[in-house]
């Protein structure tokens, strides 16, 4: 019963690479995100979605791709892996904008080799 | 640019033992929220405090805001050690469709 979840968890790769991290919520909610924590745990908003449509999309080069869709995923496919790119990435979801409050999944522990 | 600056980076305590963490903000802001975040987890919301509220409790915390000066405070009263763990506001900022994170304080509570 798991509110927000990302597979994978880890994701080991090397540079070059196409990835792809999967985002599923069932909680219901019409906006999804999705954030980048490196290893300071410094938090940044990359992208968000509401009902599907792209809303946010917070100067992320366009190597990174997200799609919805629909209401209840967000998947973010990432092209040519860098270095750069090591981090944890999270998804989350909320029931509207106006800073409502975020569900966050447990983040997927990207390396690059 | 970062929102939220929150201080201290990093607080060790006794059990039982307040902690209190502040976070400073940049823009004016609809709400204020605060968000814990264990070891290898996601956040978890804890509390939202509104821009037209001063005080707020929830359980063992209590938040405030002052608007005049851009800041919020966050106390932890009668901690535990299940309490360790990385503490994060943020705040709306320029867009309804975002939130921005402060920088976080780590808080271990040692039993």
Redesign the interface.
């Known amino acids: 019963d798991t509110a927000?979840s990302q597979t994978p968890k880890y994701l080991v790769t090397q540079m070059g690479n196409d990835k792809s991290i999967k985002c599923e919520q069932n909680l219901g909610h019409d906006?999804m995100?999705w954030y980048k924590q490196d290893s300071?745990?410094?938090?940044?908003?990359m992208f968000?979605y509401?009902n599907k449509e792209l809303?946010?999309n917070?100067t992320v080069p366009n190597r990174f791709s997200p799609k919805s869709p629909d209401k209840a995923h967000l998947n973010l496919h990432i092209n040519s892996l860098e270095l750069g790119d090591s981090a944890v990435y999270?998804c989350?979801s909320s029931q509207g904008?106006?800073?409502q409050?975020?569900?966050?999944?447990?983040?997927t522990r990207l390396s690059i080799l | 640019s970062?929102q939220g600056e929150e201080d201290p980076q990093a607080l060790s305590i006794q059990e039982g033992e307040n902690a209190t963490m502040n976070c400073s903000y940049k823009t004016s802001?609809?709400?204020l929220?605060w968000y814990r975040?264990n070891s290898?987890?996601?956040?978890?919301?804890l509390i939202?405090i509104r821009s037209n509220e001063r005080e707020k409790h929830s359980g063992r915390l209590r938040v405030t805001l002052d608007t005049s000066k851009k800041s919020s405070s966050l106390l932890i009263t009668a901690s535990r050690a299940a309490d360790t763990a990385?503490y994060?506001c943020?705040?709306?900022g320029d867009?309804?469709?975002?939130?921005?994170?402060g920088?976080?304080t780590?808080l271990l509570v040692r039993p």
């Open positions: 927000v906006t995100y300071k745990k410094f938090l940044k908003i968000s509401n809303i946010i917070e999270f989350a904008s106006y800073g409050p975020q569900h966050f999944g447990d983040g | 970062q802001i609809n709400n929220q975040q290898g987890r996601g956040l978890v919301h939202l990385s994060f943020a705040t709306d867009s309804s469709y975002k939130l921005i994170f920088s976080g780590r």
